[in-house]
């Protein structure tokens, strides 16, 4: 128990934080009709989670250095057991999406705080098995979340998505305090509050602006003050981190090509590869007439092929530069999302089912080493700052893309629908509708939308690719001497050498 007890009490925090930044995709058109909740309340279900997370994650791992990372995981546990309770007894939109954002807080403590405590606990071969069982959970999240989703929807019903996580946080909780050592880090760190909050602002802010865009345009007043207000705080952020002793993320980095093609990657993987399957899911359900089970299972195709080209390429793609990889992998998922916008009115699911196989081929091939490329492209006293930020960059892509994404899809469907009716549709209404329209006018209208979505994911992606094998450089070793091996995640959060 004390060996791998550890392992997975740690595990259950991350399997649950993982998992319901997708388990809530399907259930999305079962919330707004239960919820009466639009398509913006919608998105910030999705987002309130996925930006509260990026956010923080940063500054809640550094304060974890000096509090403790057990007893910071530990509140976290807490915090995102008593969100989740709130989320499933919202009674409206507002409360859903304020619940989900105090889950987001948790889960960045959660998350800040795993792997640190994994390399606080394991050594040598133990390290590299319990780093390979940690992604191997990670992966099992990402793929469960549809279905589980899925299943708990059409059973007891959408707030058991979230319900669910109430007995595995009382686990988690007991498991952590029995088995799991504190640890800490530098005690001398300051936690750098004013660079967590500036960048909290100019995430919130440009999310916010991205989602009224697409409830009154890119040039309404709202919407240019929202933008407006993200540019000050990223202006912010960027002085207090230049001057910062212990500054959150050290914008000098970014004068690194290498580390600036990792964090455009990591930001455009998240976007390009998962922010649509809200839309899909949302299509799938209220134009095909689909199950929340049934449309769960369609996203299989994309987990399942992630799950082989990861643990085939683990060890026929040994030695490869993550160079090739990520960037190779970004271009897959391009053309996953090219492969997708295909769509019409008569289109069925299996028209999803190419693209999603090559988006998780995408996916098999960026995620297992887009943060060892992170801390490869930066000096190793600062390895723990790129894993945090490699992660934090993900997140905040996965919000952004959603916001975005959105907006350009009922951009796209008022081209043949009034401003009130595309909303409407793009956000679950399809059953209101129907009367007023006719069911070819409503799926053409959709699938339209959804082609242009999926055009600028794919772009998106493309570029990224591009980008990403321009810019990040195997590094060239003296002659005779073997590269030297980056420190993986946990060697750089827990501080010890390899």
């Known amino acids: 128990m004390r060996t791998w007890g550890p392992l997975t009490a740690v595990c259950l925090g991350t399997f649950m934080l993982l998992l319901d930044v997708t ?58 057991a008593t969100a989740s309770l709130l989320c499933g007894l919202a009674t409206g939109p507002g409360m859903l999406v304020a619940a989900r954002g105090v889950q987001g807080l948790g ?33 099992a999240a990402a793929a469960v979340g549809p279905v589980l989703g899925g299943l708990l929807t059409d059973g007891p019903g959408w707030r058991w998505i979230f319900y669910v996580n109430l007995p595995v946080s009382v ?75 212990d500054p959150l993320l050290d914008p000098r980095l970014f004068l690194k090509p290498a580390f600036s093609g990792v964090m455009v990657g990591a930001l455009a993987f998240n976007a390009a590869a998962f922010s649509l399957l809200a839309y899909d899911s949302i299509w799938l359900q209220t134009m095909l007439g689909m199950s929340p089970v049934r449309g769960g299972l369609v996203f299989l195709w994309l987990s399942l092929a992630s799950f082989v080209v990861a643990a085939a390429g683990g060890r026929l793609l040994h030695g490869v530069s993550a160079r090739i990889t990520v960037g190779g992998g970004l271009l897959v998922v391009g053309a996953g999302q090219f492969c997708m916008a295909f769509l019409g009115a008569g289109s069925t699911a299996s028209a999803l ?65 009034p401003h009130d009716a595309a909303h409407a549709l793009a956000g679950g209404a399809a059953g209101a509708l129907r009367g007023a329209f006719s069911e070819h006018a409503l799926r053409s209208a959709f699938a339209s939308g959804l082609n242009t979505a999926a055009v600028l994911a794919g772009v998106t992606a493309a570029v990224a690719g591009v980008l990403v094998l321009a810019l990040v450089r195997t590094p060239r070793t003296t002659a005779g001497q073997p590269p030297k091996a980056p420190r993986t995640t946990a060697d750089a959060a827990s501080g010890r050498p390899r």
């Open 23 to 80: 388990i809530a995709v399907v259930a999305l058109p079962d919330m707004a009709r239960s919820l009466h909740a639009s398509l913006s309340d919608l998105q910030w279900v999705m987002d309130g989670y996925a930006l509260a997370l990026a956010a923080l994650l940063l500054g809640v791992g550094a304060a974890a250095d000096i509090l403790g990372r057990r007893r910071v995981h530990v509140v976290g546990v807490v915090v995102f």
């Open 107 to 139: 889960a960045a403590a959660m998350f800040a705080t795993t792997l640190p405590l994994l390399g606080s606990i394991y050594q040598g071969r133990r390290r590299s098995v319990a780093l390979g069982v940690w992604g191997a959970v990670s992966g």
């Open 171 to 245: 686990v988690a909780v007991w498991l952590t305090l029995r088995v799991v050592p504190e640890s800490h880090g530098s005690r001398e760190r300051k936690v750098d509050w004013a660079g967590t909050v500036t960048f909290a602002a100019f995430a919130a802010a440009l999310t916010y602006g991205a989602v009224r865009a697409g409830q009154q345009g890119w040039s309404e007043t709202g919407t240019l003050v929202a933008l407006g207000a993200a540019v000050v705080a990223l202006a912010g952020f960027l002085a207090v981190e230049l001057r910062g002793a």
């Open 353 to 417: 089912v190419p693209g999603l196989v090559l988006v998780g081929v995408g996916t098999g091939l960026v995620s297992p080493g887009i943060a060892g490329a992170a801390l490869a492209a930066v000096p190793q006293e600062r390895a723990g700052m790129a894993g945090g930020a490699v992660n934090t960059f993900r997140q905040l892509g996965y919000a952004l893309g959603i916001a975005l994404y959105g907006t350009v899809l009922t951009s796209r469907m008022q081209d043949t629908l």
